[in-house]
């Protein structure tokens, strides 16, 4: 893995693509935030070394280098998961090699379904921790000590810090900023009644399909992170509803404004 991942730092700088400070990850319908990069580079998964190339239609599929709140950014838009059939370790290889390229701080999002009553769909939840349902983990295996430790504490797997800002400029700009806890499952199906009343049971506030892979990676790396859900559907499993992939694709495009403004805020605010 050392060497793919430095065969794919190599080419990634080849391109141009040197100096980047803060890595996002954008998620199902959240696409839209890496418009607002004065971009300088596009780079396909596709002509990179070793990177996995996304499998579904709302992931397009590309890295995005540019300027972004005075700051030089890096974007994977589209990302991977467990459900298309790469690993864990494949998941993750692109944080990684985002770490080596010189990435200081990253931001996640991700489309969620809420099993909190409490919150609405349309809105956005902060995650504070998580739950991790998918079977896989991407530090099984013989530890490369050059990454990081053999076992990584994960008592704050969220940046106490910039959660503590994002919460603020969520106050600032008037913009409903929940907080909880998100837990992935392995998917691609969505939960029945049973199992959003177990998530629940257990201390879930949110379910998705991705995140924490990177997340994990990034806590190995000592790369600080934070990840925020925008919340697509109500998962209340007894007045359950079904819901398409269409409509959670229009609620997570409508909330992505409220989204790229807390993030492109954070990115102004944070000291590197």
Same mark, same amino acid.
């Given at each position: 893995? @050392?060497?793919?991942?430095? &065969?794919?730092?190599?080419?990634?700088?080849?391109?141009?693509?040197?100096?980047?400070? @803060?890595?996002?990850?954008?998620? #199902?319908?959240?696409?839209?935030?890496? &418009?607002?990069?004065?971009?300088?580079?596009?780079?396909?998964?596709?002509?990179?070394?070793?990177?996995?190339?996304?499998?579904? &239609?709302?992931?397009?599929?590309?890295?995005?280098?540019?300027?972004?709140?005075?700051?030089?950014?890096?974007?994977?838009?589209?990302?991977?998961?467990?459900?298309?059939?790469?690993?864990?370790?494949?998941? #993750?290889?692109?944080?990684? *090699?985002?770490?080596?390229?010189?990435?200081?701080?990253?931001?996640?999002? !991700?489309?969620?379904?809420?099993? !909190?009553?409490?919150?609405?769909?349309?809105?956005?939840?902060?995650?504070?921790?998580?739950?991790?349902?998918?079977?896989? !983990?991407?530090?099984?295996?013989? !530890?490369?000590?050059?990454?990081?430790?053999?076992?990584?504490?994960?008592?704050?797997?969220?940046?106490?810090?910039?959660?503590?800002?994002?919460?603020? $400029?969520?106050?600032?700009?008037?913009?409903?900023?929940?907080?909880?806890?998100?837990?992935?499952?392995?998917?691609?199906?969505?939960?029945?009644?049973?199992?959003?009343?177990?998530? =629940? =049971?257990?201390?879930?506030?949110? *379910?998705?399909?991705?995140?924490?892979?990177? *997340?994990?990676?990034?806590?190995?790396?000592?790369?600080? /992170?934070?990840?925020?859900?925008?919340?697509?559907?109500? /998962?209340?499993?007894?007045?359950?509803?079904? @819901?398409?992939?269409?409509?959670?694709?229009?609620?997570?495009? =409508?909330?992505?404004?409220? $989204?790229?403004?807390?993030?492109?805020?954070?990115?102004? =605010?944070?000291?590197?």
């Amino acid at each position: 893995m @050392v060497e793919q991942i430095k &065969e794919a730092k190599n080419y990634i700088e080849s391109q141009g693509i040197l100096d980047a400070q @803060v890595g996002i990850v954008l998620g #199902t319908g959240l696409g839209n935030l890496a &418009e607002q990069i004065e971009k300088e580079k596009e780079v396909p998964y596709e002509d990179i070394p070793h990177f996995p190339v996304s499998t579904v &239609e709302s992931h397009s599929g590309k890295l995005i280098y540019g300027n972004l709140g005075g700051k030089k950014v890096l974007a994977m838009q589209g990302r991977f998961h467990y459900y298309e059939g790469y690993s864990a370790q494949e998941i #993750t290889f692109p944080i990684r *090699v985002m770490h080596q390229l010189g990435v200081q701080r990253l931001l996640i999002s !991700n489309a969620a379904g809420t099993v !909190n009553p409490d919150f609405k769909k349309g809105t956005l939840m902060l995650i504070d921790d998580h739950i991790n349902m998918i079977q896989d !983990n991407p530090l099984r295996g013989k !530890n490369i000590d050059d990454f990081g430790p053999r076992f990584p504490d994960m008592s704050q797997p969220y940046d106490a810090e910039m959660n503590a800002l994002l919460k603020q $400029l969520a106050t600032e700009l008037s913009i409903t900023l929940n907080e909880g806890v998100y837990t992935p499952v392995a998917g691609p199906n969505l939960e029945t009644r049973a199992e959003y009343r177990y998530l =629940r =049971r257990i201390g879930s506030d949110a *379910v998705g399909m991705s995140t924490v892979p990177e *997340v994990i990676v990034a806590n190995h790396m000592g790369l600080p /992170c934070v990840a925020i859900s925008v919340l697509t559907d109500e /998962c209340d499993p007894d007045n359950l509803a079904p @819901v398409s992939i269409a409509e959670i694709l229009e609620i997570a495009g =409508r909330a992505e404004k409220d $989204l790229t403004q807390l993030y492109v805020a954070l990115i102004e =605010r944070i000291q590197l």
